[in-house]
């Protein structure tokens, strides 16, 4: 079975703050995804990596950045924390292009 | 742009009733469709991928369909339980290969 791991299922932190939130998937799986979900707006695509050392900007990448340097891990790094990105944080990953996607268990994220 | 709609947002039903979710797509230039279920405060369950030239998938008692000259998917859930509440998400893949979500059906069984 794939499997995708977050590294925090919640986590608190302060406005102003560097936020790393990481996400390995055990699959060797191409391309691998960040969304952030809220109530009323679903998910929305934050960026996506297809290789490693590459990444595409989604549909709400500010404020955020990313950094995939090994096949199996891609970071969500939001660089000053703000409140406004209080959020649940998904993680995702495919083998290839248009394959099924699987998710992580999510990192509900609160900013004060 | 690709838009995914799922209605009801919610529904109730009691124990052991056949449901049917819908999902409907305004770009019918997919490659696949698929399905997920989504516990409170948790990720995303991959159940069914439907490719663009199948009709349909089954697992269990689940069967999701596919039209995409209707722009439609449907899932159908047989003798539904109690343990089958959560909200159920489709997403379609066409030429941008990312996926586009809908909003979900909230879905509640009860005793």
């Known amino acids: 079975d794939v499997k995708v791991t977050q590294s925090s299922r919640y986590l608190v932190k302060r406005t102003g703050e560097k936020v790393f939130l990481e996400c390995v998937q055990d699959?060797?799986?191409?391309?691998m995804f960040w969304y952030r979900q809220d109530p009323g707006l679903g998910l929305r695509l934050i960026y996506f990596?297809?290789?490693?050392?590459?990444?595409e900007k989604g549909d709400i990448p500010e404020g955020y950045s990313v950094s995939r340097e090994k096949k199996e891990r891609f970071s969500l790094i939001l660089e000053s924390a703000s409140t406004n990105q209080t959020s649940m944080y998904l993680c995702?990953?495919?083998?290839?292009?248009?394959?099924?996607?699987?998710f992580g268990p999510g990192t509900r994220l609160t900013v004060l | 742009k690709q838009e995914v709609t799922q209605i009801p947002a919610a529904l109730s039903v009691p124990e052991g009733e056949n449901l049917v979710l819908n999902c409907s797509f305004t770009?019918?230039?997919?490659?696949?469709l698929q399905w997920f279920r989504q516990d409170p405060g948790k990720g995303l369950t991959s159940l069914l991928l439907?490719?663009?030239?199948?009709r349909e998938q089954t697992s269990g008692r689940l069967n999701a369909s596919l039209d995409k000259s209707s722009g439609r998917s449907t899932l159908y859930i047989a003798a539904s339980q109690p343990g089958d509440s959560a909200t159920y998400l489709c997403a379609t893949s066409g030429g941008s290969y990312i996926p586009t979500f809908g909003r979900g059906t909230s879905l509640i069984v009860h005793p």
């Open positions: 995702a990953s495919s083998l290839q292009e248009l394959d099924e996607q699987f």
């Open positions: 699959m060797d799986h191409e391309n």
């Open positions: 439907i490719q663009s030239s199948q």
């Open positions: 990596s297809y290789d490693v050392k590459m990444k």
């Open positions: 770009d019918s230039a997919i490659y696949n």
